[in-house]
Nanobody
Framework: VQLVESGGGLVQAGGSLRLSCAAS????????MGWYRQAPGKQRELVAA???????NYGDSVKGRFAISGDNAKNTVYLQMNSLKPEDTAVYYC????????????WGQGTQVTVSS
């Protein structure tokens, strides 16, 4: 299983970025995909997640600014990030979870998002 992220980069405060994550090598049901982030010296935190049924969950700091969406047929998840702030600067990691024949989760390698003030 491989999660490949794209779309990170450098943007000015107030700008937007769109992250994509495609899962390959999937031979089972994916129950949820999402994004986490980790800033230097801080713990990894949930940004947003979406279930295969379309239910979404957001971290408090990004509610109203970020939107997650997914394409079950393509095992792909997207994160639209608007009104970016310098405190959004972090490495963003894609995550996928399955309960098919037991709980398993997978992580991407991460993509850097840097927001300049």
């Amino acid at each position: 299983v491989q999660l490949v992220e794209s779309g990170g980069g450098l943007v000015q405060a107030g700008g937007s970025l769109r992250l994509s994550c495609a899962a390959s090598g999937i031979t089972f049901r994916l129950d949820a995909m999402g994004w986490y982030r980790q800033a230097p010296g801080k713990q990894r935190e949930l940004v947003a997640a979406i279930t295969s049924g379309g239910r979404t969950n957001y971290g408090d700091s990004v509610k109203g600014r970020f939107a997650i969406s997914g394409d079950n047929a393509k095992n792909t998840v997207y994160l639209q990030m608007n009104s970016l702030k310098p405190e959004d600067t972090a490495v963003y990691y894609c995550n996928a979870k399955t309960l098919d024949m037991g709980y398993r989760e997978y992580w991407g390698q991460g993509t850097q998002v840097t927001v300049s003030s």
